[in-house]
């Protein structure tokens, strides 16, 4: 999801190698959101606003949480400070509504076939 993303970034810079990249120390964060499965199907009731702004909500506070340990160690490989939505330089909150989308995908995926989508 990184990679396609960052390659998006890429493309509208003009950039036509398309270009993505991601860490390593990505795939541990990311994988994570599978720890959130039983509460993908606790909120599931919630009309969708409230759970993607939930969700939206979680992303941030697991990106900054990993962040924060990884900027202990000074691994983290990102680093918002350029940007002025930045929080502590480890989230963006112009990223919300892009983790809004992210965590109804990761919702969709971890019920799947459990219930319908609301």
Same mark, same amino acid.
């Given at each position: 999801?990184?990679?396609?993303?960052? $390659?998006?970034?890429?493309?509208?810079? @003009?950039? %036509?190698? +398309?270009?993505?990249?991601? *860490? #390593?120390?990505?795939?541990? /964060?990311?994988?994570?959101?599978?720890?959130? $499965?039983?509460?993908?199907?606790?909120? @599931?009731? %919630?009309? +969708?606003?409230?759970?993607? *702004? #939930?969700?939206?909500?979680? /992303?941030f506070?697991?990106?900054?949480?990993?962040?924060?340990?990884l900027?202990?160690?000074?691994?983290?490989?990102?680093?918002?400070?350029?940007?002025?939505?930045h929080?502590?330089?480890?989230?963006?909150?112009?990223?919300?509504?892009?983790?809004?989308?992210?965590?109804?995908?990761?919702?969709?995926?971890?019920?799947?076939?459990?219930?319908?989508?609301?």
């Amino acid at each position: 999801m990184e990679i396609l993303y960052t $390659a998006m970034i890429a493309l509208r810079r @003009r950039q %036509l190698s +398309l270009r993505g990249h991601t *860490s #390593l120390w990505m795939f541990p /964060i990311y994988g994570s959101v599978c720890l959130f $499965a039983p509460a993908f199907r606790t909120l @599931r009731s %919630l009309p +969708l606003h409230i759970r993607g *702004s #939930l969700y939206a909500l979680f /992303i941030f506070a697991g990106e900054y949480t990993s962040g924060r340990l990884l900027t202990l160690r000074k691994v983290c490989p990102w680093n918002y400070g350029q940007n002025p939505w930045h929080v502590k330089k480890l989230i963006r909150l112009d990223y919300f509504p892009q983790w809004f989308l992210a965590g109804l995908l990761f919702e969709r995926i971890l019920t799947q076939g459990k219930h319908k989508a609301v």
